[in-house]
């Protein structure tokens, strides 16, 4: 803090416990109580990320392939029971519907775990 900095007062009510943690904080560094509730609340709101707007594309991107992914789940399940059922010798073809959307290159995706 410089000695220019303008500061303001504030009244802050704290339960006893907290207030002779404090105390003693203060008394084991040498600092004042204000400026090591100074030096923590800097540290929470610096630190504090606001919050961020999900881009709509990526979420009906997301949307799309979590659907796509419970087609997948579903084709398997109905494989399975065919095999269970006819104790097939050769995989029947799943028919895949053509949602539309459009698989992108695997370097898209670099980073992304």
């Known amino acids: ?3 220019t900095e303008k500061l303001e007062t504030i009244v802050l009510q704290l339960p006893t416990v907290l207030d002779a943690a404090l105390a003693a ?7 004042s109580k204000s400026d090591i509730v ?13 919050s961020q707007t999900p881009d709509p594309g990526l979420s009906s991107r997301l949307t ?3 659907e796509r992914l419970t087609q997948m789940e579903h084709n398997l399940a109905y494989y399975q029971l065919m095999i269970q ?13 053509d949602d539309g959307i459009e698989d992108e290159p695997d370097e898209v995706l670099e980073g992304f775990l």
């Open 38 to 50: 100074t030096a923590i609340l800097q540290a929470h709101l610096i630190l504090e990320v606001p």
């Open 64 to 66: 799309a392939l979590q």
């Open 1 to 3: 803090m410089s000695a």
């Open 25 to 31: 904080q203060a008394a084991r560094s040498g600092q």
């Open 85 to 97: 059922k006819q104790n097939l010798k050769s995989a029947p073809v799943i028919p895949i519907a």
